[in-house]
Every structure is written in structure tokens, then in C-alpha cells.
């Protein structure tokens, strides 16, 4: 495995060329905590095994047991003699550790974690899986930074009522019900793309799921779950990255296996703010355009999803006016802010929204990769501006794009790594 890639050098380039997009990383991830419900064989295709995210999840995988053959873009995950139900861990922890918890109780009826670690977007606590678990029958505590669950026998069907349409929450509600005696139903869940792909994985495996839109999801518990073989979904951050990477350097790039019916919102909002871009069967060709200002909020899907905004953020920046950009579920999100404003960025914060007024020549500087997404949207940044943008932390980009700078080189961009 690669070691963490600390440090970005991007000069002004115009991106140009063909991209064939990743797996997504926030669906490989979710399957493979999904395969600690079974000890059968799994094969997983389009998987985007240059992510440090994915690197870790799968070292975690077989601390527990399992055995993970990954070769380029394919992972086959097997069990030679069982697992265990406590992760011991002193690398970086990931948030994903929370949906392996789910796996670990409903499998075996214990589990224990490291606390969850991940982007720090604001509060992004686990109170909605201590919620989900505990409705299910499982008693929850902490204990020198461990997450535990039990659960006498097996967990119970319930219904769960999500306050909020979480992501997290509702994956692990779907996994831990998939192995639960009778029937669970997930009200006001999130159903987007990575969660339909996560669904459509553990039908293969045998589970028992029907989706009633937004509405609720219904889990028939089975006592087993066997193998499959499964293929993921393309990457839409990363389609949406090199979207508004290619307009903003009036680049002309052309995106194999974009996926269409997972963007249809943010597709409009880039058309009409200058995009211009075209379909041609499963690819889209983006030949540059001119940046107008938009006003954008975030919202569950087919919203526009927070991990967006600060890619539009730095959209705006390249418009002449102003844009805002409201972000209900986490106002913490704007810490990227402070960074584009040692390249020049006129950003100003005020509670859930961002204004960022265009026009202005964004300098080179040296900035800091806060989080994953702001790490990119500051790559984005680097690209336009005038001379050398570095990037400190560069490793939070390289966990959720697969070859990030590999891709960049290959599209033209002047990039170097340290």
C-alpha cells in the first residue's frame, strides 16, 4: 500500500482528456463493512483500491479475520476460519467503523470499535446508531475509546424512526436488520445512490429489503447471508470534481461512465450558472463555459449534498458577483473557507451560509486540507490561481479519490507530490 501523500504542488493548468471515473468510495466502504455479515466468498468490481480510506478498512477486515486478495479495481474478501468481534486499533480511526460495529452484533451478537474518526464536518455524532442498535435490542456503552455493543441472541426487528435523514444511520439500520429476527422498518431514511448500491449488494448476498422511497425501508431478517458478486457504483463527487475542475480552466474533458441519474440536481444548477456540457451515451463531455454566481443549499438526495459545496464554493470564486451557499446539516463545513482566503477568496461566514464573491485573481499559497472534500475543492483552487498553490495534508484528498494526482496528471494539470 502507498504511504500518505503529504503534500500537493499544483500550478495553473487546463484540464484536458478523458477520465473513466472510480467506484465510489462512499459505497465501497459501506460493503465492505457489509461483509462481515456472512462468511462466504465475495468478489467486489469497480473498487477503488487507491483510496487510503479503503486501505484502511480493508487492514481492519483482517484484523478481524477476514482475508482480502485486492488487485487493481477488484477486491475478494474470504473467511478462513471465522472472525472476531472486537477491532483492536491503533492506526487512524474512520467513521465507517460504526456501520462495522452494526455488522459485528448482528453477526455475532458483540461487537467493539474504535470511536469513529472521519472528516470533522461539525457535529457528527453516533448518538443515531447508539439509538438504532439499542431499538434493536443491544446495549450500548463506551469504554477506553471503544464503541461496545451486546445483544442477547440475535437483534430484534423494530421500528426506527430517524429524526434526520442520516446517511450513516440508515445504512447501519439496513445492515444490522438484514440478520435480525423479524421485520425492521427505517422511517425518514436516506435513500441515495451508495445506499441503493449497498441494498442491491445485500440482495446478492440473500437479504430480504424493499425500498418505499423516501418514505421507509422494509428489512426482513434472514439467519444467513451468502456469497455475491457485485460490481460499484461510478463515483459521483468524483464525476462533479472534474465537472467544475474542466469549466473553471475552460478545459474540454470527456467523463466515461458519469452518472446521470444520481446528478440531475446539480447538473441543472451547473447549466444554468455556465457549464457547458453534453451527453453522449454514458459519458459526459464538458467543454469549458463561463462561471455565472449560484445560490445553492444542500439537502438530502437528489439534493445537492453537502460534501458538494465546497466545490461550488470555488466555482463561485471563478464568477463575476456573488454566491451563496447554505448548508443546514453542517455549518461546520466552511472551515475551507479560512484556507481559500489566504489565496485571495473573498469568503465571508455567517452561521449555515457562505458568500463568496467572485472576479478576483486567486493567488497561490501555502494551505491546509482541513477535510477530504475541502482538500479537492483547494486542488480546484490551485489550478486557476496565479502561481504555486501547496497543500499541506494532501493524504485527506488521497482518502476518498482513487489516484487523485495520477488523474490530474493524466488530464494535464502541473502537479507534484510530497
Known amino acids: 500500500m502507498n504511504q500518505d501523500t503529504h503534500l500537493y504542488r499544483i500550478r495553473p493548468s487546463r484540464l484536458m482528456g478523458q477520465v473513466v471515473l472510480s467506484g465510489a468510495k462512499n459505497s465501497a466502504l459501506r460493503l465492505l463493512a457489509a461483509s462481515l455479515l456472512t462468511d462466504e466468498d465475495l468478489k467486489i468490481q469497480n473498487f477503488p483500491d487507491g483510496l487510503l480510506d479503503a486501505h484502511i478498512q480493508v487492514e481492519m477486515l483482517e484484523q478481524l479475520g477476514k482475508h482480502c486478495l485486492v488487485e487493481e479495481n477488484r477486491i475478494e474478501i474470504s473467511e478462513p476460519s471465522g472472525i472476531v468481534s472486537r477491532l483492536t486499533w491503533n492506526k487512524r480511526s474512520i467513521r465507517n467503523t460504526l456501520l462495522v460495529l452494526g455488522a459485528l452484533v448482528a453477526r455475532t451478537g458483540s461487537g467493539a470499535v474504535p470511536l469513529p474518526g472521519g472528516c470533522e464536518l461539525g457535529e457528527r455524532r453516533y448518538d443515531l446508531h447508539e439509538m438504532l442498535l439499542q431499538r434493536m435490542g443491544a446495549e450500548v456503552w463506551t469504554e477506553g475509546g471503544m464503541l461496545c455493543a451486546e445483544v442477547r441472541g440475535r437483534l430484534k426487528g423494530t421500528d426506527i424512526h430517524l429524526p434526520i435523514r442520516s446517511t450513516g ?46 418514505e421507509h425501508i422494509e428489512i426482513t431478517g434472514v439467519d444467513q447471508l451468502g456469497e455475491a458478486h457485485h460490481v460499484v457504483v461510478p463515483d459521483n463527487m468524483e464525476a462533479i470534481t472534474w465537472l467544475i475542475g474542466s469549466v473553471i480552466t475552460d478545459g474540454d474533458v ?46 438530502p438526495y437528489p439534493g445537492i449534498n453537502s460534501d458538494m459545496q465546497p466545490l461550488f464554493a470555488v466555482y463561485g470564486l471563478c464568477a463575476n458577483g456573488e454566491s451563496r451557499i447554505t448548508d443546514l446539516r453542517f455549518p461546520g463545513r466552511f472551515r475551507y ?19 463568496v464573491a467572485g472576479g478576483t485573481q486567486l493567488l497561490g499559497a501555502r494551505v491546509t486540507a482541513t477535510d477530504l472534500r475541502a482538500g479537492a475543492a483547494l486542488a480546484l483552487a490551485g489550478l486557476v490561481a496565479k502561481g504555486e498553490t501547496v497543500i499541506e495534508q494532501a493524504w485527506q484528498i488521497d482518502r476518498g479519490y482513487n489516484r487523485c494526482s495520477e488523474t490530474l496528471m493524466n488530464l494535464g494539470a502541473d502537479i507534484q507530490t510530497e
Open 254 to 299: 470527456e467523463i466515461i461512465g458519469f452518472p446521470f441519474q444520481h446528478l440531475e440536481v446539480p447538473l441543472i444548477y451547473l447549466r444554468k450558472s455556465g457549464a457547458r456540457c453534453f451527453r453522449e451515451d454514458d459519458r459526459l463531455i464538458v467543454r469549458g463555459g463561463r462561471c455565472y454566481p449560484v445560490d445553492i443549499s444542500t439537502g
Open 169 to 214: 444511520a440508515t445504512e447501519n439500520a439496513v445492515i444490522c436488520g438484514s440478520l435480525a429476527e423479524g421485520v425492521t422498518r427505517v422511517w425518514n431514511p436516506h435513500v441515495r445512490p451508495e445506499i441503493l448500491d449497498l441494498i442491491d449488494f445485500l440482495r446478492k448476498m440473500g437479504a430480504r429489503i424493499k425500498v418505499f422511497g423516501q
Open 337 to 355: 473557507a479560512e484556507e481559500l482566503k489566504k489565496m485571495g477568496g473573498l469568503c465571508k461566514n455567517d452561521g449555515n451560509m457562505l458568500a
